[in-house]
């Protein structure tokens, strides 16, 4: 089967002012036709107890079964790729625009899924890198921390059937101690078909599948590729330290705890985050990739029971009609995604019988993502990714990256403004 089309062709980076603008929806409004034609089934995210739904459409090769499917196909085999079929043009650029309208009359529901903690996790990471690195990635900072998203629009807004795959990992449904699973992405397409794969998660093989790929861009000096990838792996770095993304009971709903996810990920950071600790040291070289991003999976994957515990604990110390927060006609208060607002008290005493839990679990996921950029540099052969930006451009920023070194020293970052959830 030839090789799917790489997520960088089909949502390519835009250049430094458009980065500091819009991000990608201005390439969405004047990209081409043939990458807006896999855009065609635009619809406004469900509420987060929907969005780990395994999916269900059917591995296609090529564009068989097109009049009957949508325009894009888990391709077999392909954790980082995309397989494009193509409808007619017209039609394909009237879908096209309904998409646009919608992004731009609700972009908070586009942009909110979890941003407080990836924005966070990827700017922090910008700022742990050594000074050799740091330069190039803090030059374009602003588009990879809110690039740091794009992955969940992807697979929310535009429904793409590959992208849900990448951002969790069913441990326990593999069935299989960690360390009797496929190390690596080659190993897992032998022992496991793709449905298996769609179904049960591709988390560990997604990651390293995309350090291959920045890891090429920077051999390359593909400015783009680079900060694409950068920003793509932050993102599952964060899902692989968020423990229930490791877990068959990812929202509770094996242990009556539905509406855990968001509590733990959204609210908790949203209402707490302030006083975070992201200063985690600088990057180091992993001199093996794939036996730390197993380490980290195990790592995340312990605290899962943990969490759950906890909660489980105080359910049965606090009468749930003390849990939630009502609105004015005494309905619990829920937001834009349906998720429930817990009380202000009960958050608070979750929050603190996880001993910062929440915290570290943060810091880890900056920790894995700036040494996981370094050692792509470093194996790239270290080469000079400041001669891919001008002097101007290296030059005007240094006195605001002076500024967040000095925050960082405090454990602080800027106020990133991101649209709360909470």
Same mark, same amino acid.
């Given at each position: 089967m030839p090789l799917a089309r790489p997520l960088h062709e089909k949502f390519p980076p835009l250049s430094d002012a458009h980065r500091r603008g819009f991000g990608s929806l201005v390439f969405l409004l004047e990209g081409k036709l043939d990458d807006l034609r896999a855009l065609l089934a635009p619809a406004l995210p469900a509420s987060r107890s929907d969005r780990r739904t395994a999916q269900e459409a059917p591995v296609q090769d090529g564009c068989a079964g097109l009049a009957a499917a949508p325009a894009v196909f888990p391709c077999k085999g392909c954790f980082t790729d995309f397989n494009l079929c193509t409808m007619p043009s017209l039609f394909a650029f009237l879908r096209w625009l309904l998409? %646009?309208?919608?992004?731009l009359a609700a972009p908070s529901?586009?942009?909110a899924w979890g941003a407080w903690s990836h924005q966070r996790i990827n700017r922090a990471a910008v700022l742990a890198l050594p000074p050799a690195l740091r330069t190039f990635f803090y030059n374009h900072a602003d588009y990879i921390t809110e690039e740091a998203v794009m992955p969940d629009v992807r697979k929310h807004a535009f429904h793409d059937k590959d992208e849900a795959a990448r951002h969790f990992i069913n441990l326990e449904a593999y069935n299989l101690p960690i360390s009797q699973l496929p190390q690596t992405a080659a190993d897992a397409r032998t022992r496991f078909d793709a449905a298996t794969l769609v179904q049960?998660? %591709?988390?560990?093989?997604?990651?390293q599948e995309g350090l291959a790929h920045l890891t090429q861009a920077m051999k390359s000096g593909r400015k783009d590729e680079i900060l694409f990838w950068a920003a793509n792996l932050g993102h599952y770095f964060g899902d692989a330290q968020m423990p229930l993304h490791t877990s068959l009971n990812h929202d509770g709903q094996l242990t009556g705890q539905a509406g855990i996810h968001a509590f733990f990920e959204g609210q908790l950071p949203e209402r707490f985050g302030s006083a975070y600790d992201f200063n985690v040291g600088e990057a180091a070289y992993l001199p093996d990739p794939v036996a730390e991003t197993w380490r980290l999976l195990a790592a995340s994957h312990a605290s899962a029971d943990t969490l759950l515990a906890v909660e489980r604990q105080l359910q049965a110390a606090v009468p749930l009609a003390d849990r939630y927060?009502? +609105?004015? /006609?005494?309905?619990? /208060?829920?937001?834009q995604f349906g998720d429930e607002f817990h009380a202000p008290a009960y958050a608070a005493r979750y929050h603190q019988a996880l001993g910062r839990l929440v915290e570290r679990r943060l810091r880890a996921a900056v920790r894995s993502t700036a040494d996981f950029w370094y050692t792509a540099w470093v194996n790239a052969g270290q080469p000079d990714l400041? /001669?891919? +930006?001008? +002097?101007? %451009? %290296?030059?005007?920023?240094?006195r605001n990256l002076k500024y967040e070194l000095g925050l960082l020293k405090r454990g602080r970052l800027v106020d990133l403004k991101t649209n709360p959830e909470f």
């Open positions: 998409l %646009t309208w919608l992004l529901l586009v942009f049960n998660g %591709t988390l560990p093989w997604s990651i927060e009502q +609105d004015a /006609r005494g309905a619990v /208060r829920k937001n400041n /001669r891919l +930006d001008s +002097d101007y %451009t %290296t030059h005007s920023i240094q």
